[in-house]
Structure formats: structure tokens, C-alpha cells
């Protein structure tokens, strides 16, 4: 994901490491989870060696590399004395990186106390659910991104029956699990019988000019998921042709390119890649963001 904020050090460099680093849910404490690979285990090791520092007074905790911080709500006493480095859902933090923003926040849907504590749920359950708001002057949500990692129709459904519309409004949307079917329904993809709830709320909370990034490799007729094909026509019924994005498709599938934006009082607007720093209007324009190559099982 890249971006950047016009006026402020928000830069998409600056903003992509610490929240890496920083946003972790507390499903990754919980006993119950044994069954890791590698890289989580890896993971889960150096959170682990954050807290610690934390915990013996170390000035060091407060150092780039050693930060953290846990999004969701738990029970699990590994978590207990963490309370100042918690945000619990439906709340509001605009603390990146232990420093304190004025033009930009950030509004937590996701996880639940339910997703994170419970070993029956699938660990895509416990995906960090966020709306993201720039300030422009005295516009304090000039630009509203909406990002949520693998959350599916479930998760969605009771995030959208207890939120207020103002935390649901956006003008980008990261297409959940890299454009799944998922998102749609809970049914198979074979009835195409998508949830009334999610069309409502794309059709009703998407502001003038919203954008769908479907980050994933290119998206085929074919029987993959994700990307599936289904639920990406989906999208285009609902924003249109030309506001429905492919990552590794953009500007083309041969090469695709890095896609930058700008947050201005007009919401955002598109850096042109090609043309190294010309800001075109994201009204007339489609853009997307960036994505690693393995996204969508290629």
C-alpha cells in the first residue's frame, strides 16, 4: 500500500514500516494457536521480544524496530499491562509509530473480543479491520480509506449492523481476502447469491468517485478464489468498469507499476507513475495500490 499526504511527512515509506511493525491483533498470544508456520512463529517471537523490553523498563522499547502495538480485545493475560498500547474496536487512534498525528486517524472496526479468544475461529476471523481519515484544513475526513485483510461476509455483516455511517463512508476500498467471494456471501460462489448487507453497503457508504482495489494477481474467468472472477463483477456492477482495480494489472499486466496517492480536500487523487510526481484527479481517474507479487496465490 502506498500514499502519500499532501502538506505532511505521511509519506508512503514512512507510514508503511511502522504500521507493519505496529499493528498486530491479540490472537497471536493466544495458547490455543500451535499450529504455525514458520514465518508466524518468527512473528510471534520478535512481538514477544518487543513486550519484554517493554516490560523491564528498557529505554530501548521506545526505539524504531522495538515499538508495537495490539489492535483487538482479549482476555489472554499475556496481555495484561499493555492497556496504553491497546486499541480496542470502535475505537479512534492517531498514534503511528508512538507519535501523535494531527492530519490523519484511524478508526478500529475489527477484531472483537469473539474473534480473537475463540480457538473455533479461523485465524482470517481476527483480520484488522480499519477506516483510515485525512484531515485536509478543516475537513477532518477530506479522504477515508477502508482496509480490512481477509475479513469475510460474517465478519462484514456485524461490523456494518453495529457501525454509524460516518465509520463506514469511503472513497478506497482494499478488496477484502484479494478479492474473494468471500466478502460477498457465505454461500458458495456457484449460487451467486450475494449478501443483501454487503451490496447495501457498498452501494450506500461509497462516496463520490470511490475506488475498489482488488489487490491480487491478474483476475481471470476462471475457477480461482481469490481473485474470483464473480465477485469482481461484482464490484464493477456496483462502481463501474473503470473504478474497479487490479494491482498486478496496473498499468498493465506486463508491468505493473507502484500507484501513489495524494490526499487533498477532494479526496484522493493519483500520482502518475509514468510521469513522476503529476497529480491527476481521482474523479477522472483510476488508482489503486501497490501489492506484493504473491497475493492471490500466484
Known amino acids: 500500500m502506498s500514499w502519500r499526504r ?27 494457536e500451535k499450529d504455525l508456520c514458520d514465518e508466524a512463529r518468527v512473528f510471534r517471537k520478535e512481538v514477544n521480544r518487543r513486550i519484554d ?18 489492535i483487538g480485545f482479549s482476555d489472554n493475560p499475556d496481555l495484561k499491562g499493555l492497556d496504553s ?12 509509530s508512538r507519535l501523535v498525528k494531527t492530519d490523519f486517524e484511524i478508526f478500529v472496526h475489527a477484531p472483537t473480543k469473539k474473534e480473537s479468544d475463540s480457538k473455533w475461529n479461523e485465524r482470517n476471523d481476527t483480520s484488522i479491520v480499519l ?20 475479513a469475510h461476509c460474517g465478519i462484514w455483516s456485524n461490523i456494518i449492523e453495529k457501525s454509524k455511517t460516518p465509520d463506514l463512508e469511503f472513497d478506497l ?6 478479492c474473494s467471494w468471500t466478502f460477498f ?6 449460487n451467486e447469491n450475494p ?6 453497503f457498498l452501494k450506500t457508504k461509497k462516496r463520490e468517485g470511490a475506488i475498489v482495489i482488488c489487490s491480487s494477481k491478474p483476475i481471470k474467468d476462471d475457477d480461482d478464489n481469490p481473485p474470483h472472477y464473480i465477485a469482481y463483477q461484482a464490484y464493477e456492477e456496483i462502481f463501474g468498469n473503470n473504478n474497479v482495480l487490479c494491482t498486478m494489472e496496473h498499468p498493465s499486466e506486463d508491468n505493473p507499476e507502484p500507484i501513489y496517492f495524494t490526499m487533498t480536500k477532494n479526496g484522493p487523487v493519483k500520482d502518475d507513475y509514468s510521469k513522476k ?13 501497490s501489492t506484493p507479487r504473491t497475493y492471490g496465490g500466484k
Open 6 to 32: 499532501v502538506g505532511s511527512n505521511l509519506s508512503s515509506s514512512r507510514m508503511r514500516r511502522p504500521l507493519a511493525a505496529s499493528l498486530n491483533h491479540p490472537r497471536i498470544f493466544a495458547p490455543h
Open 53 to 70: 523490553l517493554y516490560r523491564s523498563g528498557s529505554q530501548a522499547s521506545n526505539s524504531p524496530g522495538n515499538r508495537f502495538r495490539v
Open 85 to 96: 498500547f491497546l486499541t480496542v474496536p470502535g475505537n479512534i487512534t492517531n498514534t503511528v
Open 131 to 150: 477506516q483510515l481519515r485525512f484531515k485536509i484544513g478543516n475537513d477532518n475526513k477530506a479522504a477515508l480509506a477502508m482496509f480490512s485483510g481477509d
Open 173 to 178: 476500498f482494499l478488496a477484502p481476502h484479494h
Open 185 to 190: 456471501s457465505e454461500e458458495p460462489s456457484e
Open 195 to 200: 449478501d443483501d448487507a454487503i451490496l447495501d
Open 277 to 289: 510526481g503529476q497529480v491527476l484527479s481521482s474523479a477522472a481517474l483510476t488508482s489503486t495500490v
